[in-house]
């Protein structure tokens, strides 16, 4: 990877917490809708890194965004190494893993609106059933957590699809 694209990855990395961050502080939806950006900023991450190094940059960002937000310290840590521990093998279900292998990271122009969508919406599942339980369980009732994570899944895979196609579908 040449140092342009990486500082231009940096720089997209940097404003997608830039943004959640503004989400974090003056967006309340109320208790059933969690929006997040995480489960993008993951996939944003070029998909020839290695898994450990995957999972240490998921845990920073989750940290600092469980640091800025005023949640429960450790949940979107959790949340976001769960993601990507799943990154590669929901890649090769749902790209295929011949083109995945070939491609630097997944983009809505590279593979398509339709696998795109499957591609972020499994993941983004995986980060909110992960965030939502270690929210709620034991505290609420399962027809509140059922609830949450269907309104929350519909939510933020529209604003994941809304970023990816203002944001990320470009090419600088």
């Known amino acids: ?3 342009s694209d990486n500082i231009s990855l940096l720089v997209q990395i ?3 917490i ?5 989400i974090c502080d003056y ?3 109320g208790p059933y809708i969690h929006l997040t950006l995480l489960p993008l900023i993951i ?4 998909s020839d890194t290695s898994y450990p190094k995957l999972a240490l940059i998921s845990f920073a960002v989750g940290f600092l965004i469980d640091l800025v937000s005023d949640g429960i310290l450790g949940l979107n840590c959790a949340a976001a190494v769960m993601t990507a521990t799943f990154i590669k093998p929901i890649s090769y279900i749902t790209i295929n893993r011949e083109r995945s292998d070939k491609l630097h990271r997944p983009t809505l122009r590279d593979v398509g609106f339709f696998r795109y969508f499957r591609y972020s919406s499994y993941l983004t599942l995986i980060f909110l059933i992960t965030y939502i339980l270690f929210d709620c369980a034991g505290f609420r009732p399962a027809s509140f957590i059922l609830i949450r994570i ?11 699809l ?5 944001l990320l ?3 600088y």
């Open 27 to 29: 967006i309340y939806t």
């Open 1 to 3: 990877m040449k140092r």
């Open 43 to 46: 996939l944003s991450i070029p």
């Open 18 to 22: 830039i943004i959640q961050i503004i």
């Open 169 to 171: 579908n470009k090419r």
């Open 150 to 160: 269907a309104l929350s899944y519909v939510a933020n895979i529209i604003l994941i």
């Open 14 to 16: 940097a404003v997608l």
């Open 162 to 166: 809304f970023v990816s196609v203002t």
